[in-house]
């Protein structure tokens, strides 16, 4: 019973420095995104179009769910890219929409948290490039195309990776007892566990 009111400590022990440690980090994205937007105000006001949108960028790309600081980035970018092509600057809007575009495919992961800006800057970057004589519906097909990982093999990946430390685990607590005795039937588990997890790993790092 000790052993398992010890075992269960260090549990909630990992568990509460997790919280923390994720607790820190999205206050450190707060922080610095409101830092790089206020630093993209200052440049728009001074009238560099360019540096407001980098910092917008920056501001937008330093994601965490509900921060006030990302809409804000979004809605600069997309007012930097409508103002300049509106007073015939359509390659200060080019950059703003793909700097839009950029952070909302930096910031996705399972899914895309600014899915409709995404869409918003592919439809204006596809429209600016017919403007420039381009083909606008291969520019459109080229910016749609999505070459980052599937969801599905990201978690076969993630599944990977635990099975194999499950099975390493498995080891080093059930294989070996605590009198020295190595269990055969325990270490062939841990081995076939860790072996499934090196190849799932494999498959998803292939099929990506």
């Known amino acids: 019973m000790t052993g398992s009111v010890a075992w269960l400590r260090r549990v909630a022990l990992g568990m509460l420095l997790g919280v923390l440690v994720f607790a820190g980090l ?67 809007a080019r950059q703003a929409w793909g700097a839009m575009r950029g952070a909302a495919l930096e910031t996705r992961h399972l899914w895309t948290p600014r899915g409709a800006d995404l869409a918003r800057a592919n439809t204006n970057l596809a429209r600016l490039d017919t403007v420039g004589g381009g083909d606008r519906g291969r520019a459109a097909r080229l910016l749609a195309r999505d070459d980052a990982p599937r969801a599905q093999w990201i978690l076969v990946l993630g599944a990977g990776f635990v099975l194999f430390a499950g099975g390493l685990l498995v080891a080093v607590r059930r294989g070996v007892g605590e009198d020295g005795r190595i269990s055969t039937r325990f270490l062939l588990l841990s081995a076939g566990v860790a072996l499934l997890g090196v190849a799932c790993w494999t498959l998803a790092v292939y099929r990506a």
């Open 26 to 92: 999205t206050a450190r994205m707060l922080v610095e995104g409101e830092r790089e937007l206020a630093r993209s105000d200052a440049a728009f006001n001074r009238g560099d179009l360019r540096d407001a949108i980098l910092y917008a960028r920056r501001a937008a790309v330093l994601y965490a769910p509900g921060a006030p600081h990302v809409p804000s980035a979004y809605a600069r970018l997309e007012a930097i890219a409508v103002g300049a092509e509106s007073t015939g600057q359509p390659e200060v």
